[in-house]
């Protein structure tokens, strides 16, 4: 797919809104999302340990846990479109990204690791994505309650990650 495949309203809950504006309107999303894995690495792979394991303020997410809050996230929703994709219209659970991270374990894996996982996650989405035809991008599934497409779903998880980046660049402290 080398276009843009922007979702339709109706294709996922206004909640995603905040994400969704964030990838600029000439944007072909398959390339954007090979740069984030790019990303990923200028970010995470030259910092330092004790950066990597502070949160920006109490009770919040180191940067290895925010990059692993990331990875399940695109687990998640990637399982969405897998099943929506193929045609599977029941409606998929929710899941709490605080129990999520409480679980983790980020701050003991590896930043190799974290980097490595992230990467091959977004490369699966990718994979499934190219599986899909027209109709199974536009396919409207509910997660959660909600309705949701792959398009949308893909989408959302470029945002996601937009979302998140700029956190870790507003909020955290440097320590290289």
């Given at each position: ?54 949160p920006y303020q109490e009770g919040k997410w180191s ?114």
């Open positions: 797919m080398n276009e843009r495949i922007v979702p339709k309203e109706g294709e996922y809950d206004p909640y995603f809104v905040r994400y969704l504006k964030l990838i600029p309107e000439d944007t072909i999303l398959m390339d954007l999302l090979v740069k984030q894995m790019e990303t990923v690495e200028e970010e995470f792979l030259e910092m330092d340990e004790k950066w990597l394991r502070t940067p290895k846990e925010l990059l692993l809050h990331i990875t399940d996230t695109e687990r998640v929703m990637a399982y969405r479109a897998l099943c929506i994709g193929r045609g599977d219209l029941q409606n998929l659970p929710g899941f709490d990204e605080d129990d999520y991270a409480s679980h983790s374990h980020g701050n003991v894996l590896s930043i190799d690791y974290l980097v490595e996982d992230f990467k091959q996650t977004r490369k699966s989405i990718l994979l499934l994505g190219h599986s899909f035809s027209e109709q199974d991008w536009q396919r409207v599934g509910s997660a959660n309650g909600k309705n949701i497409s792959p398009r949308a779903i893909v989408n959302i998880l470029a945002g996601h990650f937009i979302h998140h980046m700029n956190i870790l660049k507003e909020r955290y402290t440097r320590h290289v």
